[in-house]
């Protein structure tokens, strides 16, 4: 008898269609730019260190999280590209992130003094300019000054800027606004003979819809993973990461209409009914994951009541060949059919990146490629 995964539930994930997609952007972009390849919320919930080496492998100069300890994780993983952490860790931090040659992001001095102090050498920093997503980053309009400061520090060099545009919305008069405000800073910083070696401001929205906000560098997430919201058009093909989520059938059974109690069952049993059970509960996202059926067969089989921790029923009845050991899709394609992750995501209200995220750790990531 040959051997399966201990837990029969998985999340399929194309390493093709990732190689293809960082491919995609440097056809954009051109050779001379940097691609950082973000791998934030590890890699969008596909795995940040098999992700990431897909894309170091297939074109990416560069590696950024927001997550100091995703990136000590990819360090010991034996990934050597330079690491970019987006600023999300207190000043104590600094050493560790020295010792594991991750590059930081400071918003403030005083992230810049703890990173001067713990440095015995040149300290590459980048600085994070707020320009219109008024969340993380020094304000614009405070941020020649704040680096200035930041350079009288012992061991601090400036590596780059960079900013995260707020972009609900395709209006280029809003895109331009940010953009000015980045660069001014730029102009600025250069006017007075500091050196700015990289201008990194192009996240997926400006990738796809503004060329000239590009720079010298750009760091797409989504699209890397195919994440293409409804509305956007590519300029190029992209494909999608997420091929499926899967799990089996683990157990099978014939329910027959209860003859007491009827009002007190989990679901109405008013006919027969054939039950599954399947392997992914509330605890894997599976409250948020459901499109109300599943694939099984090449057949819809709906979803009954709501998924418990660990498990979801599925009714078999109009599948009466379905066995134990089946293949059961939830998000995917099986024959004729398709579940997709926009299906899914709109019945949620789940943002179309948030899909693979919720996807809780303990579904195996299994990574194809042809
Ligand atoms: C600083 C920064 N840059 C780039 C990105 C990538 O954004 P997107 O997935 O829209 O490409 C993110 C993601 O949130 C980010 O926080």
């Keep these: 008898m040959s051997s399966g995964p201990a837990r029969p539930t998985l999340l399929e994930i194309d390493l ?8 995609a952007v440097r056809q954009l972009v051109g050779p001379e730019r940097k691609i950082f390849a973000v791998i934030k919320a590890g890699g969008y919930g596909f795995g940040a260190a098999e992700m990431g ?20 994780r990819l360090r010991q993983h034996g990934i050597s ?21 991750l590059v930081p992001t400071f918003v403030d001095l005083d992230s810049a003094r703890a990173y001067s102090e713990a440095a015995s050498g ?9 320009v219109g997503l008024e969340r993380l980053g020094v304000p614009a309009e405070q941020a020649v000054k704040t680096i200035r400061a930041m350079l009288d520090l012992p061991h601090l060099r400036l590596a780059g800027l960079c900013g995260h545009p707020h972009a609900d919305s395709g209006d280029s008069a809003y895109a331009d606004w940010q953009l000015g405000r980045f660069t ?44 293409i919201m409804p509305g956007e058009t590519p300029p190029l093909p992209l494909r999608p990461a997420l091929r499926a989520l899967k799990t089996h059938v683990v157990a099978l059974k014939e329910l027959t209409p209860r003859a007491r109690f009827a009002d007190r069952a989990p679901f109405p049993v008013t006919a027969p009914m054939r039950l599954g059970v399947v392997p992914i509960g509330s605890a894997d996202g599976m409250l948020w994951l459901n499109a109300g059926r599943v694939l099984v067969r090449g057949r819809a089989a709906p979803i009954v009541s709501s998924p418990s921790l660990e498990h979801t029923r599925i ?11 089946d293949e059961v899709v939830i998000i995917g394609r099986q024959g004729e059919l398709e579940i997709t992750p926009a299906e899914v995501a709109s019945r949620h209200g789940l ?10 750790p303990r579904v195996a990531r299994v990574y194809l490629s042809a």
């Design 16 to 23: 093709d269609a990732a190689a293809h997609n960082v491919r």
């Design 315 to 325: 009714d078999l009845t109009g599948i009466p060949d379905a066995a134990v050991g």
């Design 351 to 360: 943002g179309l990146h948030h899909v693979a995220t919720t996807v809780g």
């Design 184 to 227: 001014s800073v730029i102009d600025e910083l250069e006017a007075q003979g500091v050196r700015v070696p990289v201008r990194l401001l192009a996240a997926t929205p400006f990738v796809l819809r503004f060329p000239h906000t590009y720079l010298n560098a750009v760091d797409p997430g989504r699209m890397l993973y195919g994440v």
């Design 81 to 101: 590209t330079p690491i970019l952490v987006y600023p999300n860790s207190l000043p104590g931090a600094a050493a560790e992130a020295l010792a594991h040659d």
């Design 53 to 72: 080496t897909a894309f170091a492998r297939n074109g990416a100069d560069w590696l950024a999280v927001a997550d100091l300890s995703e990136g000590i």
């Design 122 to 130: 040149p300290c590459d920093f980048f600085v994070k300019v707020d």
